[in-house]
């Protein structure tokens, strides 16, 4: 079964622009996350979405934001960046059945630099 | 969820066992204990869970002990692949669809040797 998948894996956008990351999940996942991760803050949640709705969100202005397909495929927005977004942006999938672990896969990331 | 205490750096020897602490002393009754592994700028690695007992996959052994305040992560026979920053994270699991968000402290950075 193939992994989770990121696109791009590597970006770079200057401040004030927007962008866009995409996130396949492994087939069956119905949950995807994301994560950022930076070497002062380290790997922080950013949200959480199931059935094409948020339902878990982390402690993240609202420049960042996400949404679910009904394919369970997902992306996430940065608006207005700024040079501190410069992160790695990790998605990950699981299965969410009810009752499960909830155990999480994690995709490549996406490596954004903000210039 | 939980807070979790890792040393931040270990070094083990090619081919022999590399044991990882965990302590979690303040873990709930219905929280998990994962195992993630991170190698530099990948993303992290799920490598093994377990809820009290002890657990064996083909990666690695998770041994929790019985107050369930600490475990071991136990790479049978390193290898230089395994040098990676290992994550310990405890969480309720199963909240009935959805993730809720993995709380990753620093974790342990090891270090084959050759």
């Known amino acids: 079964k193939a992994g989770v998948t990121q696109t791009p894996r590597y970006l770079i956008k200057t401040r004030g622009q927007q962008v866009t990351l995409s996130c396949s999940p492994i087939?069956?996942?119905?949950?995807v996350s994301w994560y950022q991760q930076t070497p002062g803050q380290g790997l922080q949640f950013l949200f959480e979405?199931?059935?094409?709705?948020?339902?878990n969100k982390g402690n993240f202005p609202g420049r960042f934001s996400g949404r679910q397909f009904s394919n369970s495929r997902s992306e996430m927005n940065v608006s207005t960046l700024e040079l501190g977004d410069s992160a790695l942006y990790l998605c990950?999938?699981?299965?969410?059945?009810?009752?499960?672990?909830?155990?999480?896969?994690f995709g490549p990331g996406t490596r954004l630099t903000v210039l | 969820d939980a807070k979790t205490t890792q040393p931040p750096s270990m070094d083990c020897a090619e081919g022999r066992a590399a044991n990882l602490p965990c302590n979690h002393s303040?873990?709930?009754?219905?929280?998990?204990v994962y195992w993630y592994r991170q190698i530099h700028s990948q993303g992290p690695q799920y490598i093994i869970h377990?809820?009290?007992n002890n657990e064996t996959n083909e990666m690695a052994s998770l041994i929790i002990t019985e107050d369930r305040k600490s475990s071991t992560l136990i790479l049978p026979h390193a290898t230089l692949r395994d040098t990676a920053v290992y994550y310990c994270?405890?969480?309720?699991?199963?909240?009935?669809?959805?993730?809720?968000?993995?709380?990753f402290g620093k974790g342990t950075h090891l270090i084959i040797q050759p």
């Open positions: 990950a999938s699981s299965l969410a059945q009810r009752g499960g672990t909830d155990t999480q896969y």
């Open positions: 087939s069956g996942h119905r949950s």
């Open positions: 979405y199931f059935s094409e709705t948020q339902r």
């Open positions: 303040t873990i709930s009754g219905n929280e998990y």
């Open positions: 377990g809820l009290k």
């Open positions: 994270i405890v969480r309720v699991a199963g909240r009935g669809g959805g993730a809720d968000g993995l709380t």
